[in-house]
């Protein structure tokens, strides 16, 4: 049905495409012809509207309804446990990651009277960034540098610098943001 490499796995496409992004790119399905799983409830609702209508005793009535209800049940309850990206097996460990960074940031810029993102090449961190440094602006804020792993490797003070993530070889993992004053 869907491919397992194109499933929301990350820690950072969880934040950017939310709690019910699923397998496939939620984007790019915008519009897309009705999947086969919607057809099969459309299906079962109208031959359970037949059975409602037919000269049968009401206890069989009951239980072919409640079957086909059962049975139109089987998609939503399918994508819910193994396709969302909020699924039961994953949610919490993509929790802990998220409040993890939340956290280092808020302490960092607690410690330090403020701070202000200074490098941000990882897109999902800027809200919880934003988040946490709601109420830490000031005239002269401690530097914070997001990389593109940050979500999965964490963070760490480096000297006056907090440094969330691993710069890649060669590069320093992002674009340098202005600082204004």
């Known amino acids: 049905m869907n491919d397992e490499n194109d499933c929301i796995t990350s820690t950072e496409a969880l934040v950017i495409d939310g709690a019910n992004g699923v397998c496939r790119d939620v984007r790019a399905d915008a519009g897309a012809p009705l999947g ?4 099969l409830t ?19 009535r009951r239980w072919i309804i409640a079957l086909m209800l059962g049975a139109a049940a089987i998609p939503g309850t399918h994508a819910l446990l193994v396709l969302r990206a909020d699924r039961p097996t ?6 802990a ?6 956290d280092a940031v808020r302490s960092y810029a607690t410690e330090h009277g403020c701070a202000e993102v200074v490098r941000d090449a990882c897109l999902a961190c800027r809200p919880i960034a934003l988040l946490a440094l709601v109420d830490r602006r000031c005239s002269d804020p401690m530097p914070i540098e997001f990389h593109a792993d940050a979500l999965e490797s964490g ?6 610098r907090l ?14 943001l202005s600082r204004a004053r």
């Not at 994953?90 to 929790?95: G, K, R, V, W």
């Not at 440094?163 to 340098?176: I, Q, T």
């Open 155 to 160: 963070c760490e003070a480096r000297g006056a």
């Open 42 to 60: 459309l299906v079962l609702v109208a031959v359970a509207a037949v059975v409602l209508r037919a000269r049968t005793a009401v206890a069989r």
């Open 90 to 95: 994953t949610i919490y460990a993509h929790a």
């Open 36 to 39: 086969l799983e919607v057809w």
């Open 163 to 176: 440094v969330c993530g691993h710069a890649s070889r060669g590069a320093l993992g992002g674009p340098a």
């Open 97 to 102: 990651r998220i409040v993890a960074l939340h």
